[in-house]
Nanobody, 118 residues
């Protein structure tokens, strides 16, 4: 399974970006799909996760500003980021978790850099 993230870049504070994650396998095979980020010197942080039938889950730092969406027909996971702040600067990773035959497997994309200037 491969996850390919794209859409990062440089944006001014208050601006918007949309990240995309292309998943190489059918997304129906995964229990959760999501986005995490890691800033220099900090631990990886949950941004948002989505399941096929449940409500999405967001990290406290992005609630009300970021929206995760999934397109199961195209095997894409999207992250719309609005009202960006300098503290949103980080490498953003897409993630997929699968449970199969009692075994948990986790997959990560390569990361895409988001830089928010003040």
């Amino acid at each position: 399974v491969q996850l390919q993230a794209s859409g990062g870049g440089l944006v001014q504070a208050g601006g918007s970006l949309r990240l995309s994650c292309a998943v190489s396998a059918s997304m129906h095979a995964f229990s959760t799909l999501g986005w995490y980020r890691q800033a220099p010197g900090k631990q990886r942080e949950l941004i948002a996760t989505a399941t096929e039938r449940g409500a999405p889950n967001y990290g406290d730092s992005v609630k009300g500003r970021f929206t995760i969406s999934t397109d199961y027909a195209k095997n894409m996971v999207l992250l719309q980021m609005n009202t960006l702040k300098p503290e949103d600067t980080a490498v953003y990773y897409c993630n997929a978790v699968q449970f199969y035959m009692g075994r948990r497997s986790e997959y990560w994309g390569q990361g895409t850099q988001v830089t928010v200037s003040s």
